[in-house]
């Protein structure tokens, strides 16, 4: 069997990313751990903009472990795949929003 270069059972090593800088390591388990406390957003609302931006940044890990995440929190899958439209639609209106630069450049180049 070919092996993959996202091997789902590397999500259960994360934990192990402060084995070569304990510091920074545990720095940011820290901080991870207080952005996805209860807040001004419940820990659901958090956990369905985590799954968005994971497909955003198109992290297979992330996707499987807030995909999960979700489902734990009470989100159903219609709130997830709308949670992903959005994350769709901005990284598509960030690409669009990008042709505004290229025809301000040809403009400037043709006139």
């Known amino acids: 069997m070919a092996k993959n270069y996202f091997d789902p059972e590397d999500l259960k090593k994360f934990g192990n990313i402060t084995e070569f800088q304990e510091v920074l390591g545990k720095k940011f388990f820290d901080y991870y751990g207080e952005v996805f406390k209860e807040g001004a957003l419940t820990v659901r609302e958090k956990s369905l903009i985590a799954l968005a931006v994971s497909h955003a ?8 472990a807030y995909s999960s995440d979700c489902l ?20 598509s209106g960030s690409t669009l929003v990008y042709g505004v630069q290229m025809m301000n450049h040809v403009k400037d180049q043709t006139m």
């Open 57 to 64: 940044v198109q992290c297979p890990y992330c996707i499987d």
């Open 72 to 91: 734990k929190k009470g989100a159903d899958e219609e709130q997830m795949m709308e949670a992903i439209h959005v994350a769709a639609a901005i990284k």
